[in-house]
């Protein structure tokens, strides 16, 4: 068991990138894209437990915070989380007779893997708590800020027992509105390139930018969180990571974007307000 489900992880972490552009298409335009392009946070802890499931027949138990979703898998010892979102390295195995004060507690390495200002590797982390008294479940993960010089939570989630849900994929009806919550700022994909484990990452913010029919509001993001405008030669670079990965020309990503980008304002309520998108280095 934890052998596949290690297996499945790190096997997706290069092979299903996060996209949230994916469900977009799916739920609002002309049906889901290849699977070669990925899906959002949800859809990769999908992707995670219907892997598992086929090498071990064990299935998952998809625990919800808000929006975000994670694969749960629970026995007699403790419980494991696969949450490719989060890019741990490792499945988060957690045993209840490492149990102190009633909570176990566990942080595994993520990427990306950032370098310091000295040249040292400053790896991405996910830290775990469980609490035995009500079996919930607290995920922060952290990555090192070059611009600050230190780690900082990038995310963080609560996942509770019930809290769960009934099917999976859910209903049309509950992930519609989710795609058009306020916090969806932004239609983006990213990956970790299966060669060279770089993160790189292709965004078009949904608030601030009018959009013009073409991609001149994307922008970029390298392993170290520096911004890149459309035009540049940072840019080109990191859309190239970003389409070797997928396996796809890069015009065709920044059109994926675009199109969602479309999707979302053709679909979003009136009034629905978006915060702007940093476009500060990490």
Not at 131 to 153: A, K, Q, T, W
Not at 216 to 227: E, F, H, M, T, Y
Not at 248 to 254: F, K
Request: contains cysteine; aromatic residues 8%.
């Amino acid at each position: 068991m934890r052998a596949a489900q290690e297996a499945v992880l790190v096997e997706l972490l290069t092979s299903y990138p996060y996209n949230s552009a994916s469900q977009l298409h799916e739920y609002f335009g002309d049906g889901p894209l290849p699977s070669a392009y990925g899906g959002s946070c949800a859809w990769q802890s999908f992707e995670a437990g219907r892997g598992v499931a086929e090498r071990v027949g064990v299935e998952a138990e998809y625990r919800v915070d808000g929006r975000h979703v994670a694969a749960v898998y629970r026995d007699a010892d403790g419980i494991t989380i696969l949450d490719p979102y989060l890019m741990h390295c490792l499945p988060l195995r957690l045993e209840r007779a490492d149990a102190v004060d009633g909570d176990v507690s566990l942080t595994v390495e993520a990427y990306p893997f950032r370098v310091r200002g000295d040249g040292s590797a400053a790896p991405s982390s996910v830290r775990v708590r469980w609490r035995l008294g009500d079996d919930s479940v607290r995920l922060n993960y952290l990555r090192f800020s070059p611009r600050r010089g230190h780690r900082v939570i990038s995310r963080s989630f609560l996942m509770r027992p019930d809290r769960v849900l009934a099917e999976v994929p859910p209903d049309a009806g509950w992930v519609r509105p989710q795609l058009l919550h306020p916090e969806q700022h932004s239609v983006s994909v990213r990956v970790l390139h299966p060669g060279t484990r770089q993160l790189a990452e292709l965004v078009m913010p949904l608030a601030g930018r009018p959009l013009r029919g073409d991609s001149r509001s994307l922008i970029s993001k390298d392993n170290q969180g520096a911004v890149a405008r459309q035009g540049s030669r940072e840019f080109d670079r990191d859309r190239e990571v970003v389409a070797d990965a997928v396996g796809v020309p890069g015009r065709e990503i920044e059109e994926v974007l675009f199109k969602a980008a479309e999707l979302h304002r053709a679909a979003a309520p009136d009034g629905l307000a978006l915060a702007e998108y940093s476009l500060e280095d990490e």
